[in-house]
């Protein structure tokens, strides 16, 4: 039975990932912020423990107890993560590092912990859950947009860093996915932006009523097409490196490689809505 852990599981895209992997054989050790959470995973009877990824110490933590219960993790999926909006000109540089905290610098802790033992045993997969926004820009996205663009040059680097192993890395990038994001991409922004004084007070009103909103964006795919790319990616004996999931991903890598970058902006810019879309 291979070990993998996944970060993130409280609901969403990292609970369908535990469930789906659990049906399919694995041994999952499902992973999640908050105590309660982690309550609730194991009452679904999976091996589950805090783990915070803004916290050195929780890491490390949680990666003591899992190495107790098992010497062998075959595969990590990095799915913890939030999306911080707002323009950038309202984000001071705490918020920013408070993003790179939870979705960059976690996960590559993260992953340090992790190599060694796949190093001994030659043998492992690392998955991370990416987005569309990992190759292309939106606004009043800015810091989301920024820490998966560093996910993607961190995997990158790491690939060929790893290339005469038998480690593989794959990045699954998702457009839009019927998830908490959006509600928890709210929260972060009432906590952390003033918009009394903002130059984009107008536009911040179409995005909460965006965000706010239970009508899912266009295009929107079950979590379910994110397990399929994942069981792919650690069992396929040649694992993908990206796995491009809806239409606006694969239209978006379609354009970027084709268009000069001032036509791409406008179709971004008109992409974004004023913050509507």
């Known amino acids: 039975m291979r070990s993998v852990l996944i970060t993130g599981c409280s609901s969403g895209i990292g609970l369908c990932l535990a469930l789906g992997l659990k049906k399919s054989g694995y041994r999952v050790f499902a992973t999640a912020r908050k105590s309660n959470d982690v309550e609730k995973l194991k009452q679904l009877g999976f091996e589950s423990h805090q783990l915070d990824l ?11 107890e899992i190495y107790s219960q098992t010497d062998t993790l075959y595969g990590l999926i990095h799915n913890g993560a939030y999306g911080q909006v707002g323009a950038l000109e309202d984000i001071s540089r705490e918020v920013l590092e408070a993003q790179f905290q939870a979705n960059v610098f976690g996960w590559h802790e993260l992953t340090n ?33 920024a820490s998966k ?19 593989q890395l794959s990045l699954i990038q998702p457009g839009p996915i019927d998830s908490q994001f959006r509600a928890n991409a709210y929260l972060a922004f009432k906590d ?19 965000l706010k909103s239970s009508k899912l964006a266009t295009y929107t795919l079950a979590p379910e097409s994110i397990l399929s790319c994942a069981l792919h990616a650690l069992e396929a004996p040649k694992a993908k ?20 970058s001032r036509i791409l902006d406008k179709i971004l810019s008109k992409a974004g809505g004023g913050g509507k879309r």
């Open 54 to 64: 803004t916290s050195s110490e929780s890491i490390k933590l949680a990666m003591s």
């Open 113 to 145: 912990l992790v190599l060694p033992v796949m190093r001994k045993n030659n043998s492992g997969r690392v998955i991370y859950l990416s987005s569309v926004l990992g190759f292309v820009a939106m606004p009043f996205r800015g810091p989301y947009n």
């Open 149 to 167: 663009f560093a996910i993607e040059g961190l995997v990158d680097t790491l690939r060929l860093e790893l290339i005469n192993t038998n480690i």
């Open 192 to 210: 952390n932006v003033n918009m009394d004084n903002s130059t984009y007070q107008a536009n911040y009103q179409s995005m909460i009523e965006r």
């Open 241 to 260: 490196i990206h796995y491009r999931v809806t239409f606006p991903t694969k239209l978006f890598a379609l354009l970027k490689r084709i268009l000069p």
